[in-house]
Nanobody, 122 residues
Framework: VQLVESGGGLVRYGGSLRLSCVAS????????MSWYRQAPGKERELVAS???????NYADSVKGRFTISRDVAGNAVDLQMNSLKPEDTAVYYC?????????????????WGQGTQVTVSS
């Protein structure tokens, strides 16, 4: 699975940005797609995720401001970010989770995009 992100940039406090991620390869094996972010000096954290059945999950810090969505084919996921704050400044990464289940075991594979910079000025 290969992931390509787009849509990052510089925006003022209170502004909006929309991030997009397109997956290619064995997309039928994808279980969940997510957006993570990593700010300088901090650990990478989950921002939002969406399963292939449409279930969503958000970090408390972005609830009510960010919306994750996917296309019908399931190979693209967007993150609409509204009411942006300086603390949202980070590199945002798209993630695809593939779960392979056999009789013996269940194995998870994580695939990552290259990251896109989001900077919110105060």
């Amino acid at each position: 699975v290969q992931l390509v992100e787009s849509g990052g940039g510089l925006v003022r406090y209170g502004g909006s940005l929309r991030l997009s991620c397109v997956a290619s390869g064995r997309i039928a094996d994808i279980n969940t797609m997510s957006w993570y972010r990593q700010a300088p000096g901090k650990e990478r954290e989950l921002v939002a995720s969406i399963t292939m059945r449409g279930g969503t999950n958000y970090a408390d810090s972005v609830k009510g401001r960010f919306t994750i969505s996917r296309d019908v084919a399931g190979n693209a996921v967007d993150l609409q970010m509204n009411s942006l704050k300086p603390e949202d400044t980070a590199v945002y990464y798209c993630n695809a989770l593939v779960i392979v289940t056999t009789i013996e075991r269940k194995t998870e594979f994580n695939y990552w995009g290259q990251g896109t910079q989001v900077t919110v000025s105060s």
